[in-house]
Each structure stands twice: as structure tokens, then as C-alpha cells.
């Protein structure tokens, strides 16, 4: 069955409300930190936050399938000109009105988000919020496919992998955070050491032996993941 069109009057509304609260000088500096090809309107995340809230709470923008939902947020991520479009779509994605469909047939949005967006400030809030929502609803199928993540051939796959149960605490699942990661641990680009500091030194909130234990296992793990995981433990 063929994609349904997005909701083209959803998209323009979101498009117009933040090209009017544009701030060329923040602008240019958020563009400079984040090293973003994509330019930036330069809202600041409350203002960026305030000016969606009453657009995706709009009876008259409600998408009342799963299709013309994912067809939206595909559409304002892929037809993106500015940075602040993709966060729009992150926020559409995340909506409360929109969570019966954040299930396991979500990881193909979810995928081709993280495929396409390939940094940092994206694919964390991915993994960290709307991978981990589904590994919370379907733990067995989504510790499977988190397993083939960790081993795929893109860095920012693999990153999510690792990063998707950052956040769920007591709920952390050690042997599924440690298949994630293991297979990394030799990686040597930066973003990788980077996710296996961050993921070991959250659960080190809940399980600091744990997390002692494991880096104590994995000599192999370089310093800066090293440095990350016991950064709060003493």
C-alpha cells in the first residue's frame, strides 16, 4: 500500500511558527557549536518547545492513523531546511496523542531518523526516549533487535544500541547493556567510547558494582569510556 500524503497544513502551520520566532545571530552560533551543515532559525529549547505545544495540540492538525503520522514526521524531517524542523519532528513523533503507535513497527521510522540525521544532538533523543519506549513495551522482541543494532554496519545504529537504556534505571537490563556494548569496545571512533562511558556511568546509578565489575572485566575499554563509567563512583 502506498505511503499516504503528509499533513501538508500541519507541516506549513509548524514551518511558519518558527520562522517567525528566527534569531539570525543565535542562530549562526548554534549552527558553529553543533558543526551542523543544516543552518539553523535559532530558537532556544523553551521558546522552541512553547511555540509546538499549541500547534500539536490543535484538534484541527490531529492525524488520526498510524500512517498519516509517520507520513508527517517523515515529511518534516526529510523536507527539513532548518535544524529546528527535525527537533518539530522528533516532537511530533514523541506527542502524547501519538504513543498507541510508538510500537515495535515504529523501528522503521525510528531507523531511517537516526540513518538520515547522523549526529549527535538527534540520535540520542532517539535512542534515549523513543527506542527505549519500546524496549520498555516489548522487551523480548526489542532486546533482539537491539542485539543486531550494536553490530550493524553504521556508527549511529550502534550508538543507539548502546544508548537506548540509558535512563531506565532499575530497569536496566545488565546482559542486554553489556551485548550492546561489547562489541564496540574496540571501536575507535569517538561517538562509540563516547555511548559506552555514558551508558555504564547511568546504570552506575543504579548498580555502581556492577559497573565496576564490568570495567574491571574489559581492560580493552579505552580511557575515555573508562573515564565516563566512573566518572560519579569513587
Same mark, same amino acid.
Given at each position: 500500500m502506498p505511503r499516504p500524503e503528509p499533513h501538508a497544513g500541519l507541516i506549513a502551520a509548524i514551518h511558519a511558527a518558527l520562522a517567525a520566532h528566527a534569531d539570525p545571530v543565535r542562530a549562526a552560533g548554534q549552527q558553529r557549536y553543533m558543526k551542523s551543515a543544516m543552518p539553523y532559525l535559532g530558537l532556544?529549547?523553551?521558546?522552541l518547545t512553547a511555540t509546538l505545544r499549541p500547534i500539536l495540540r490543535d484538534p484541527a492538525y490531529r492525524l488520526d492513523t498510524r500512517e498519516l503520522?509517520? #507520513?508527517t514526521v517523515r515529511g518534516l524531517w526529510d523536507g527539513a531546511t532548518h535544524r529546528?524542523?527535525?527537533? &518539530? #519532528?522528533?516532537a511530533l513523533a514523541g506527542h502524547r496523542h501519538y504513543r498507541a503507535w510508538?510500537?515495535?513497527? &515504529?523501528?522503521?521510522l525510528y531507523r531511517h531518523l537516526i540513518l538520515t540525521g547522523q549526529w549527535w544532538d538527534v540520535v540520542d533523543e532517539i535512542a534515549t526516549h523513543r527506542v527505549r519506549e519500546v524496549l520498555d513495551a516489548h522487551p523480548e522482541a526489542m532486546s533482539t533487535a537491539l542485539r543486531q543494532w550494536a553490530i550493524d554496519d553504521n556508527l549511529w545504529i550502534r550508538r543507539s544500541?548502546?544508548?537506548s537504556q540509558v535512563g531506565r534505571r532499575e530497569r536496566t537490563h545488565p546482559q542486554l547493556l553489556a551485548?550492546?556494548?561489547?562489541p564496540n569496545i574496540e571501536g575507535r571512533d569517538f561517538f562509540s567510547r563516547k555511548a559506552i562511558g555514558w551508558a555504564l556511568r547511568d546504570y552506575a546509578r543504579t548498580e555502581p558494582d556492577w559497573v565496576r565489575a564490568f570495567v574491571a572485566a574489559h581492560p580493552n575499554l579505552s580511557g575515555l569510556s573508562r573515564r565516563e563509567a566512573l566518572k560519579h563512583l569513587t
Open positions: 532556544t529549547s523553551p521558546l503520522w509517520e #507520513a529546528e524542523h527535525w527537533y &518539530a #519532528a522528533l510508538r510500537d515495535l513497527d &515504529a523501528l522503521g544500541a548502546m544508548l551485548d550492546t556494548i561489547t
